[in-house]
């Protein structure tokens, strides 16, 4: 299986490339990027053959394509994918707005190509584990969801993080929407109610940075670093959720607890606490099989569904109602 790779930022050289290198039955055969000089670097580091002056160059070269490029041409380069018949894994979030990921979503749903959304965190080995035990029913019902994404002071200072042209948006767009799938996931994306939601961009506007991640402009920076929502549910059950790229706090927190009708579990690190027979319980989990590195499982389960070997982990409808989530939150965040 040939692949292609349309952006070739940090995200595919250090993820995307190594990864689908590693795994048999896989070429990584050609790569495009607006810049050509990067591409051409890229392509020489990795020893890929082809870099296409265009996307639909690129896709007539190969079967599948990686599109990494700013979120605002997610769309776009989805679209022309799917029209192209191409299987497409596409990063993280699946779209800016809910309108265009419905429409991608559509687009996949009529064809018969792949199109999975980088959510990796729903392949490590600790999430994997999660829902295992979620589905064997060793919490019962999931009743209350609390999900904290928090990072002190950690702006990317570099990329095009901080564009709200290019990225729609801050932390959640970038980072939240990680722990927010990955939570929605474990208790099987349940039909919302309602999301009210709060977004703020005070921290990382201030004059006299501090910031662990590089030096950044603070009069541009025109995006959220930090973000809340209380999110219900039509069968019960409540999220509380928090994400921030430059919260004053202790130290970075990432943490996803679930509390059931029969017991509870948090997932970083992975324990399950259970009440019975007069005692209070807490197992937790000293070693879990399965692959350490989830770029590499993410790789496999996307070559593997475009095979027809197994099915994506990501389903585009899931990645979508991501998407919807965080839209309602930034429109929340207005009144």
């Known amino acids: 299986m040939k692949v ?23 070429e990584v055969y050609g790569v495009y990027d607006v810049n050509q000089v990067r591409a051409t670097e890229v392509a020489a580091s ?6 296409a002056n265009s996307e639909s160059e690129l896709f007539a070269q190969v079967d599948a394509v990686v599109i990494c490029t700013p ?50 965190y729903r392949f490590k080995k600790e999430a994997l584990a999660a829902k295992k035990l979620i589905q064997t029913g060793e919490i019962g019902d999931p009743l209350v969801i609390r999900v904290e994404g928090m990072r002190r002071r950690k702006v990317p200072g570099w990329g095009v993080f901080i564009n709200k042209d290019l990225q729609g948006g801050g932390c959640l767009m970038d980072y939240g929407c990680h722990l927010l799938d990955l939570a929605l996931w474990l208790v099987d994306y ?12 005070l921290v990382s506007r201030h004059e006299d940075q501090v910031n662990e991640w590089g030096a950044y402009d603070a009069t541009k920076i025109d995006v959220e670093d930090h973000a809340t929502a209380y999110i219900t549910f ?21 943490t996803i607890s679930i509390s059931g009708t029969t017991g509870g579990l ?14 209070m319980s807490t197992m937790n989990a000293d070693w879990i099989a399965g692959e350490s590195n989830e770029g590499i499982a ?38």
Request: charged share 20%; hydrophobic share 40%; with cysteine.
């Open 71 to 120: 979120n605002k041409f997610h769309h776009q380069s989805v679209l022309q994918a799917l029209q192209a018949g191409k299987h497409v894994f596409c990063e993280k979030p699946m779209a800016i707005t809910n309108a265009e990921a419905v429409e991608m979503e559509k687009a996949a749903s009529e064809g018969k190509n792949v199109l999975q959304i980088g959510y990796h």
């Open 190 to 201: 349940p039909e919302i109610e309602s999301v009210h939601g709060q977004t703020y961009e």
């Open 298 to 335: 993410q790789a496999r389960n996307f070559v593997n569904a475009c095979l027809g070997r197994e099915e994506s982990l990501v389903k585009p409808n899931e990645a979508q109602q991501v998407t919807s989530i965080i839209e309602q939150i930034y429109e929340a965040s207005k009144k």
């Open 234 to 254: 039509k069968n019960g059950a409540t999220m509380l959720f928090e994400t921030s790229w430059a919260a004053n706090v202790p130290s970075d927190k990432e």
């Open 266 to 279: 948090n997932v970083f690190p992975l324990a399950m606490n259970k009440a019975s027979s007069g005692m």
């Open 4 to 26: 292609g790779i349309i952006g070739v930022g940090g995200i595919a050289t250090n993820r995307h490339i190594p990864a689908l290198q590693t795994i048999e039955d896989v």
């Open 46 to 51: 990795f020893a890929i053959p082809f870099i």
